[in-house]
């Protein structure tokens, strides 16, 4: 406790405590002794209990607490780490740069969330965007740098989920038809496999075991803008897939001749990319964007297709096509390395005749019943 006599000659009492570093800390200053004890005593409280904030701590910036502390404290994978990077440039520091961290309240999120409707993004990225502006928060409460998380209990726009539209075999058929010929095996493995691009892209000849008909999946690559990367390359190959799970995928004799035909006709060594950006041994890894734009689009317009069609839906046909087959469902879950099975429930039924097929199957059993 600190007494002091004013300028006016009244006697005040500044309020003392340790804060939970051991450093002395004021409480406020106040007209009466006693006012002063209680302010220090809630506060001594405080820090034992551990809710003590610092006021001053929450005076850092967004653009400072989130750049410089939040993200560089993040143990994230290199496409994680970009897209936060990506999503803080364009999304959060313009809006919230500028503004103390504690200043910032539920209606300033909020008001965010109105901003970036209005301004075009979609209720599925604002959905996602918030998601890790909720954790930038809950790292400043954590770091009692704030009493709460303002992201908490924030209204949304609804999002509308949308029936997926799977490609038929019959359409897969004529995508390929439509594509280089270079790119044939790519395709063909690319929908028995299942694999994400990175996964695909990075598959090499040692991968494959022609004895056994199997392709081991242990590498993907991944693809960022300079900007963002840790190296400075666009191409970054990580020793392991997504998920860390190495899985290995039986595949059919077919395939195996058309990969082997492959090696051979390139040249390829055990190491060597199967599917290279140039058709050469030694080659450096295809980009997912020069791949999209020059050769998938302008192949799926050809084939006629009518809906929305990404590379990656190759890999949602594959799981449709299993279970429309037959497969169960954990198998399939282990195949696509989903790494929980609701992630593969939602393709049971996403084939245009699977509603047709469900339908013919309940009529066989009610006919059972009738006979």
């Not at 028995?192 to 040692?206: F, H, I, K, S």
């Not at 590498?219 to 900007?227: A, L, Q, W």
Request: net charge positive; with cysteine; aromatic share 8%.
């Amino acid at each position: 406790m600190i007494r002091r006599t004013a300028d006016d000659g009244k006697t005040r009492y500044t309020a003392m405590f340790r804060d939970p570093y051991g450093r002395t800390r004021s409480a406020g200053t106040f007209a009466t002794e006693r006012e002063a004890g209680r302010a220090a005593d809630r506060q001594e409280d405080a820090v034992a209990q551990g809710t003590w904030i610092d006021p001053t701590a929450g005076r850092i910036t967004f653009e400072e607490y989130a750049v410089k502390v939040w993200l560089p404290s993040r143990h994230l994978e290199v496409t994680t780490r970009a897209g936060y990077q990506s999503y803080l440039r364009n999304h959060f520091v313009p809006y919230f740069g500028h503004m103390r961290v504690a200043r910032i309240l539920p209606t300033t999120v909020q008001a965010w969330v109105t901003h970036a409707l209005e301004h075009g993004l979609s209720p599925r990225s604002i959905a996602k965007y918030h998601v890790m502006l909720h954790s930038v928060f809950a790292r400043a409460a954590r770091d009692r740098m704030i009493a709460y998380n303002p992201c908490e209990n924030t209204e949304l726009p609804k999002v509308v989920l949308k029936k997926t539209r799977i490609l038929t075999p019959t359409e897969f058929e004529s995508v390929v038809a439509a594509m280089p010929a270079r790119f044939h095996a790519l395709l063909l493995t690319d929908i028995e496999t299942g694999l994400r691009w990175g996964e695909l892209v990075a598959l090499r000849p040692r991968h494959i075991d022609f004895l056994r008909g199997t392709i081991t999946i242990e590498e993907t690559i991944v693809e960022v803008s300079k900007k963002d990367s840790p190296t400075g390359q666009r191409m970054i190959v990580k020793p392991y897939p997504k998920n860390d799970q190495t899985r290995i995928l039986h595949v059919s004799q077919d395939l195996l001749d058309t990969l082997a035909d492959r090696i051979a006709a390139l040249g390829l060594g055990r190491d060597d990319l199967l599917f290279p950006s140039r058709e050469v041994a030694h080659g450096q890894p295809l980009s997912r964007g020069t791949f999209n734009t020059r050769f998938w689009r302008p192949a799926v317009t050809k084939a006629g297709i009518d809906f929305p069609v990404r590379m990656h839906d190759l890999r949602h046909a594959h799981a449709s096509w299993l279970l429309a087959g037959g497969a169960d469902l954990k198998s399939v879950m282990e195949r696509m390395g989903h790494a929980q099975i609701m992630t593969t429930q939602k393709y049971l039924h996403t084939l245009p005749d699977a509603d047709i097929k469900a339908l013919a199957a309940f009529q066989i059993i009610r006919r059972r019943g009738d006979a």
